[in-house]
């Protein structure tokens, strides 16, 4: 297969906003009286903001409304800003603009292809905003992961067909996004929980030209 798209997810691929995302999460649990783990954390990665908020609920048998639905979501994200407005780029994860230059050089196109609505604020923090030939983000696509519109839409920006494309993603729904989409996944994390993936790494910095040829 020849590769000539590179496409990243953004929250635990790019940046290190998983944690953030985690303590957000936890804290409006908390204030629920809703039990909630590390391990349940990892059904909320690459979900979006409503489907993360439901899983939780579902987690604490609890049922709300939806204007109680709507104001949790707002103070989840209120506390989430809080976390990311003080981002600096020394939180782009080692690695990423290394590979994203090298791919670039080598004339892959890359794109982002992220649920998040805070992608602009995000890129903007670390300095990132004019990295990518297409940015996806939460604000263009409206199904959210496992749905693979989010990486459908991305492919037809730069220009390069689903099955010239790579996914990066470290979250479960992402990765069978990617696999809906027809494209290569490598995921980032474990084995164990990204499954599915095509190919498993720890992190960009684990990854270069050579190595991506060769999956
Ligand atoms: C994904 C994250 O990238 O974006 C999810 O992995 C998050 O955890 C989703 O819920 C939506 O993000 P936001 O910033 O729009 O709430
Ligand atoms: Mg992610």
Request: aromatic share 6%; hydrophobic share 45%; net charge positive.
């Amino acid at each position: 297969m020849e590769i000539k798209g590179c496409i990243f997810d953004l929250d635990g691929v790019i940046v290190d906003t998983a944690k953030y995302h985690y303590l957000a999460w936890k804290r409006l649990a908390d204030h629920l009286d809703v039990n909630f783990t590390l391990e349940d954390n990892e059904r909320l990665k690459g979900v979006s903001r409503m489907d993360s908020l439901e899983i939780i609920l579902a987690i604490g048998k609890r049922k709300l409304n939806k204007e109680l639905k709507e104001k949790y979501a707002r103070l989840k994200n209120e506390w989430y800003i809080d976390y990311i407005s003080k981002m600096t780029p020394d939180e782009i994860l080692s690695g990423s603009i290394k590979f994203i230059n090298e791919l670039k050089g080598a004339g892959i196109k890359t794109a982002l292809g992220s649920a998040s609505k805070n992608t602009p604020l995000i890129l903007k923090r670390v300095g990132m905003e004019k990295m990518f030939d297409a940015v996806v983000d939460g604000n263009i696509v409206s199904r959210a992961k496992p749905n693979p519109e989010v990486f459908i839409v991305a492919a037809g920006m730069i220009k390069v067909k689903p099955e010239h494309c790579v996914v990066f993603e470290d979250a479960v729904a992402g990765v069978q996004a990617a696999i809906n989409a027809g494209m290569i996944c490598v995921g980032i994390g474990s084995r164990k929980v990204l499954a599915k993936a095509h190919y498993i790494i720890s992190g960009l910095d684990e990854m270069n030209l050579k190595k991506l040829k060769e999956i």
